[in-house]
């Protein structure tokens, strides 16, 4: 959620700091703050976005020249969005400083022990509990600022990526890591530390993804030394960033979200590069590929996920069961991690992430994990802690999305997902040769055919203008198509706060049927050979009513066209690959919708990219 930046070198700390809050905005827009540190800690903090901290900092005729800081960016859990709860927080006795990304659980107890003892809060945060603490440590025992940090973080509960400062040592930053991600970026005589790489790359792409529990303290000397929770010195290895600047600018588009919908014709080929030759006739992950045998005897599939990820998790269901012919189940990983699932050794769980950073898609596994299943991820970021958690795993190379709405990373997730079935049906012999080879060439024009679609972007921007003041909206699919369904409703409340649900077509006589009226606009995903006639009835049930129907057809087809009151065409394609056309659309739909309505698209409220508490 939150977003961190810290920077100890030999520039002024303040614009490193501010552009990469920029940078990481994504992660949480609800205040923002900076503190700097020299003999004293200067801090400025603001509700809003990062443009109002911008801004209270230009009229403040505060000294912005110190070398070594660090900022905030927040998504609220503790505490209403404003000033005082905003970021940074000081300590009691105002020497100490921290920004903090996470959730302390059992702050409420720690908060009652500190007010005993004579400490009085600001703030209603469990971040100023976490400062406090870590100050009566530290005084008490007389201890140094990572020590007490160290001391202080094996009592707590919960999930932390944590950047604190002391006035009395102004050439020392110390930070620390649990289940919320810290990166160490080392620069020419100046260190880093963020919640992902984005404020780093510009200066360096040397960096280090600590792990849980890791403590981290940087010195201006030039050294920096890494200790576990055990108190050892660690050694990790220094990874170097496969990331460009110009990956995460807008790049002429007006907002991050329209330029990712864009580039899915070159991220979902990214996704397949290497992985597929329809030419030869093979399709194989690497990570797959080490561990073949032991998967393709698994006797069940369990996909765990949230949000966006979990949809995609829905489509490779359809994918697993019908072309490799496992049994599969998909779970929401908030549900799965709580309800005490059955997991077997001979179960194949794979996680699907973004950000390979989502709190309980990482909890999901690390239960499952120690139950000895076989774990498999499913991630965007390389070095994310659920790539490294995982027993093997695949990035999708969709690159870094900025926008909160997820796009081009689902399609990357069910290109990815698609190649996996694929793998599985061929080393299970489960495919006839002719039409494997079919879906390889299918999977292989999907770019091609994802940019038609883009192209007649003006005609689904009408189609938004017609239905842009709706309050609700309902979604139908069938088979396939179900999935995208929910990811198109997801997508339209988003972004455009209308009211949007998605369910089987079938289903819609079970209830939903009665919310249909010349208001309702119905968005109806009607690409399926396999249900045509079906769906066909269900535009007829809608139509019955005077719903306003939306759909998406293959080219060519005249039936529909003639039932419903707008028509996106999406080229043709085999069934089980339908998702990655049929969605696309339906993004492109919200987002016009959304810029209509005048709504924040690239950061809607009360969302955050990355979610990584609970």
């Known amino acids: 959620m939150c977003g961190i930046v810290a920077y100890l070198g030999n520039k002024e700390a303040y ?131 990572e020590e007490a940090i160290r001391i202080a973080l094996t009592k707590i509960i919960g999930a932390y990526a944590i950047v604190v400062i002391d006035k009395n040592e102004p050439d020392k930053i110390v930070g620390a890591r649990f289940s919320s991600p810290l990166v ?231 290109t990815v997902l698609a190649l996996m079935a694929l793998h599985l049906a061929r080393h299970k012999g489960t495919l006839s040769e002719d039409y494997y080879r079919k879906l390889l060439a299918s999977l292989e024009s999907v770019p091609s055919k994802v940019a038609r679609i883009l192209a007649n972007d003006d005609k689904i921007k009408y189609i938004a203008s017609e239905i842009k003041n709706a309050s609700n909206a309902l979604y139908l699919g069938r088979g396939y198509n179900f999935p995208v369904a929910l990811e198109g409703a997801l997508k339209l409340k988003e972004i455009s706060y209308i009211h949007a649900e998605g369910y089987p077509a079938a289903e819609m006589k079970h209830g939903p049927i009665a919310l249909i009226d010349i208001y309702m606009p119905v968005v109806v995903i009607a690409t399926n050979k396999s249900a045509y006639e079906k769906i066909v009835s269900n535009i007829q049930e809608v139509k019955a009513r005077n719903g306003v129907v939306i759909a998406v057809v293959t080219e060519g087809d005249e039936i529909i066209k003639d039932l419903a009151d707008y028509i996106i065409e999406i080229p043709e394609i085999e069934e089980p690959l339908t998702p990655l056309l049929s969605v696309i659309p339906l993004q492109q739909l919200a987002y016009h919708i959304a810029v209509m309505r005048g709504c924040d698209v690239d950061q809607p409220r009360n969302l955050a990219k990355s979610v990584t508490v609970e």
Request: aromatic share 8%; hydrophobic share 35%; glycine share 8%.
């Open 15 to 145: 614009p490193i700091i501010l552009e990469g809050l920029k940078r990481l905005e994504y992660r949480g827009y609800d205040s923002a703050g900076v503190a700097l540190l020299s003999d004293k800690i200067t801090i400025l903090k603001k509700k809003g976005k990062v443009s109002e901290l911008e801004k209270y900092a230009q009229k403040s005729n505060q000294d912005l020249s110190q070398t070594a800081g660090m900022g905030h960016t927040r998504w609220a859990t503790h505490g209403v969005p404003n000033d005082t709860n905003a970021h940074p927080h000081k300590s009691g006795g105002s020497s100490l400083a921290i920004v903090h990304n996470g959730i302390i659980e059992n702050y409420a107890p720690i908060k009652e022990a500190l007010i005993e003892l004579g400490h009085t809060f600001t703030s209603d945060t469990d971040t100023e509990v976490l400062i406090h603490f870590i100050e009566e440590i530290k005084n008490k025992e007389d201890l140094s600022l």
């Open 184 to 414: 160490f970026g080392i620069g020419e005589d100046e260190f880093f530390l963020a919640s992902d790489a984005s404020p780093i790359i510009k200066f360096t792409n040397k960096v280090i993804y600590l792990e849980d529990g890791e403590v981290i303290t940087i010195n201006r000397s030039g050294s920096y030394e890494i200790r576990n929770s055990n108190n050892e010195i660690q050694n990790p290895r220094v990874s170097e960033l496969d990331l460009k600047i110009d990956e995460i600018e807008k790049g002429g588009y007006p907002h991050y979200m329209l330029k990712e919908i864009f580039q899915q014709p070159t991220t979902i080929s990214e996704s397949m590069g290497g992985r597929v030759n329809a030419h030869e006739g093979w399709a194989m992950l690497g990570g797959m590929k080490q561990h073949i045998n032991r998967i393709g005897q698994c006797e069940r599939i369990i996909l765990t996920a949230c949000g966006t990820s979990w949809h995609a998790a829905m489509i490779a269901e359809y994918l697993f069961e019908d072309l490799a012919r496992i049994p599969t189940e998909v779970e929401y990983a908030s549900e799965f991690r709580y309800r005490n699932p059955i997991i077997r050794e001979s179960d194949f769980i794979v996680a699907l992430s973004q950000s390979g950073e989502t709190a309980d898609t990482l909890a999901a596994i690390k239960m499952a994990k120690k139950k000895g299943a076989f774990l498999y991820g499913i991630v965007n970021v390389i070095g994310s802690s659920i790539a490294r958690e995982t027993d093997s795993g695949s990035y999708i190379h969709a690159g870094p999305e900025i926008g909160v709405a997820s796009t081009k990373a689902f399609t990357s997730q069910v």
